[in-house]
């Protein structure tokens, strides 16, 4: 084989005449040379031509069946697919993990946040109201509304937590159960009167937000 | 074409096709019909894991399979050579000549040792031992006392003027298309 092209030693591949490591190598060439496989194509007539002069015998029946059951096996998938397919099973794991820990660092995150809120200083508190069966629950809130950090206790379920105004109801967010109490902090830039729970489109609990001076502000939570 | 597109169907029609050709190239290079018959089912099983073994481009598809069905089989004859060798060192014996398969119906096998009668003495003694004594280039080419670029030159003309004298030695019935 001189240079890139395997034309000088297509006889001896034909043939038979090259060790297994030269073999190889004609043939992963072959896969991108059309010019060499012509050229590999003759001499391979060549030799099958000569073989074909040679004295005949009949294969066994059961070399049939021998052969069925090899092509029984699953056939290579083309490369691109098989590379293809590595790469979305390479990736799903990833990206599962990629949007478990995503959603572990933004609950870290807003709970990090709501801790600092409870304990840089004063802030609001009202208990929602059950208007049909569900768990206690309450809701802290800064003084100036730009805070609201919303607690279930004894959660089963995911809560939503809705924004009552002017006849009607923004949803916010949920309540989401980790171990048997559910959070949802919301950073807001104005003030709300009325909060709702809501399971589904029920609503099982309304809270009512003081804003007035008269309104008992808690003081911060302390550590230690 | 479905050999090509790596369709089932068009590998045991292949096999079917030409059935008779492909287990005699084999038993011709082994001479043991069990060897042949695992000789040639290796070869399908192999090309059917290849991802693109064959395309339209090689050419003829009977030749494809009869050259890669020889392969196989010198690749055996190569191992049990390498076996046999290793076996008599152990048992301390002298290790004798490679051997060359006895093979059946010598009129038939005539019509190939004439028309190698027509090459030149070098031509044939290199052709000779690629393709009845499964020997490498290399091997040739220590066992000649030659260059390999000698001998890759002497089997490429040597191989073209067989075909060629074979072809006008064709019994009307033979060949290989």
Not at chain 1, 31 to 43: D, E, K, S
Not at chain 1, 62 to 87: C, F, G, N, T, V
Not at chain 1, 161 to 181: C, F, I, K, Q
Not at chain 2, 104 to 124: N, Y
Request: charged share 25%; with cysteine; glycine share 6%.
């Amino acid at each position: 084989m001189i240079g890139a092209h395997a034309g000088d030693v297509a006889e001896l591949y034909a043939l038979g005449a090259l060790d297994e490591v030269q073999r190889r190598r004609v043939d992963a060439h072959l896969r991108t040379c059309a010019q060499c496989r012509t050229l590999v194509g003759a001499a391979e007539r060549d030799v099958a031509f000569v073989a074909s002069m040679e004295p005949r015998h009949d294969p066994p029946p059961q070399l049939e069946a021998k052969i069925d059951a090899a092509l029984a096996a699953r056939a290579p998938w083309p490369l691109p697919l098989a590379i293809a397919a590595a790469i979305v099973i390479g990736l799903m794991p990833a990206a599962y993990l990629w949007s478990v820990n995503r959603a572990l660092h933004a609950t870290v995150l807003a709970q990090t946040a709501a801790m600092q809120r409870l304990a840089a200083g004063p802030h609001r508190h009202a208990d929602f109201q059950p208007m049909q069966p569900s768990p206690p629950a309450e809701v802290m809130y800064g003084s100036d509304g730009s805070w609201y950090l919303i607690v279930v206790h004894d959660a089963r379920k995911a809560l939503a937590v809705a924004w009552m105004h002017d006849g009607e109801r923004t949803t916010l967010g949920y309540a989401a159960p980790n171990g048997s109490v559910a959070m949802l902090y919301l950073p807001k830039s104005h003030r709300m009167d009325r909060l709702a729970l809501m399971d589904g489109d029920r609503i099982v609990a309304q809270a009512t937000l003081s804003w007035g001076k008269s309104s008992p502000a808690r003081p911060a939570v302390r550590s230690g | 074409m479905g050999f090509a597109a790596h369709e089932r169907w068009a590998f045991g029609e292949a096999y079917r096709r030409n059935a008779a050709l492909l287990y005699s190239a084999a038993y011709n290079v082994l001479g043991n019909a069990d060897e042949a018959n695992d000789c040639v089912a290796d070869a399908f099983a192999r090309l059917w894991r290849s991802p693109h073994p064959y395309s339209a481009d090689r050419g003829n598809l009977r030749s494809f399979l009869v050259v890669c069905v020889r392969n196989e089989a010198l690749s055996r004859r190569r191992r049990q050579t390498r076996r046999s060798r290793a076996e008599e060192r152990l048992a301390g014996l002298t290790p004798p000549e490679a051997q060359t398969p006895q093979l059946a119906d010598p009129i038939e096998r005539d019509r190939v040792r004439r028309a190698l009668f027509a090459l030149s003495e070098d031509q044939r003694a290199a052709i000779e031992l690629a393709y009845y004594e499964g020997k490498t280039h290399t091997e040739i080419a220590a066992e000649l006392h030659e260059p390999l670029g000698t001998i890759k030159s002497r089997i490429k003309l040597g191989l073209r003027k067989l075909a060629s004298v074979l072809e006008s030695l064709r019994p009307q019935e033979a060949g290989p298309q």
